[in-house]
């Protein structure tokens, strides 16, 4: 009787089929996870940009801090940096000189160190 069943050099050909897919594959998954994280950061930023926008024309004063957007309930909570994963790597841009109104928040840029994919640092966007 002859028994049923694959031999090595069967599952080493699959092996290394699987391994050069693999190795097609991975790095594209990698990269549109690091773009995905790209794409969110800039959504963030400009949700928040917009915010700030909206409680200047509110209020007519820049909010001190996030904390203020969110009590204020212009943003329902603290939005993370997504490429740090961290809610407090966020740099605050204060007012320019001259600026009518207080507060010290003007602007926000993301704390992450490095650049996107297109060469851009994160601090740009």
Known sequence: MRRRGFTLIELLIV?????????????????SVDRSREVALAQSLMVVRDAIDKYYSDRGRYPDSLSD?????????????????NADA??????????????SLYDLRSGAPGQSTE??????F
């Open 15 to 31: 092996l290394s089929i699987m391994a050069v897919l693999l190795t097609i594959a991975l790095p594209r998954y990698f990269q």
């Open 69 to 85: 957007l969110v009590q204020a309930r212009y943003l329902r909570a603290l939005p993370v940096d997504p490429v740090t994963g």
């Open 90 to 103: 966020w740099v605050v841009v204060p007012p320019p000189a001259g600026t009518i109104g207080g507060g």
């Open 119 to 124: 060469g851009r640092a994160f601090s740009e």
